[in-house]
């Protein structure tokens, strides 16, 4: 049993009533640090791009990052695409519940064929490329999509482990990733190649970073997969751990990282 697996389970437990769903999306907040970085990327690009703005959520899964959106502005318009159905339909629903529709509406989309000129003041594509193998023409439909001055957000793993392979011949414990990961000169020369300029690369989950990984993610989820009755020591094993993994995730968000398994990507049409 692997991440994504795992992730799917939980959020198809939590799915069906929105103040669970609400609550999940908080708890992927705080135990994800690829949430801590973007959601202060989101704030500070919120600034940029002002209240009244169109947002497209590139690959918006269950809905975490698009519902956090909602909530930076009550002006904004923000479309989320997916390629899988069952995602699109759930979120819509999820999204009706809350009498978010007015504003916020979720599409089947293949974001290799997805363009919309002129459209976006800010598209954010969040643990998505590493899925995609022709990026470069998803880099030239984000530009296309974008307004002029529209920024494009991305968050994806590096090539220094970020798929969870450190050698040539280890198995990633998370599945479906066409490349291991991103070199940082790699991923700036096909974001120039598809026209954006003013590229700004930060690297997350140096150390601490993942060390929180290890103790909040891939250890009780390797437990699992080993037996199910680690659901019950669970709550037990966070209610020990959880503290010590909040800390190790602020500390990586306040330190520079010469090195480190994730990209924070922002880049200017």
Partial sequence: MQYEPIKRSLGRLFKDKPFFRIFFYKLLDILLLRAWYVKRELKIIKKLIGKNSSILDAGSGFGQYTYFLSTLSK?????GIDIEEEQIQDCNKFIHKIGYAERIKFSKADIIQFVKPDEYNLIISVDVMEHITDDVQVFKNFYQSLKPGGILLISTPSDQGGSDVHDDNEKSFIAEHVRDGYNIGDIQEK???????????????????????????????TLLNFSKLFFIILPFYYLISFPFCLLLNYFDLIIKHKRGTGLIVRATK
């Avoid at 002006?75 to 479309?79: A, R």
């Avoid at 190649?193 to 993942?210: L, M, R, W």
Wanted: aromatic share 14%; charged share 15%; proline share 6%.
């Fill in 191 to 221: 974001l120039k190649t598809a026209g954006f300029s003013n590229i700004i690369t930060k690297y997350s989950y140096g150390i601490p970073g993942q060390i929180s990984w290890k103790l909040s993610m891939k250890f009780p989820i």
């Fill in 75 to 79: 002006e904004s318009s923000i479309t």
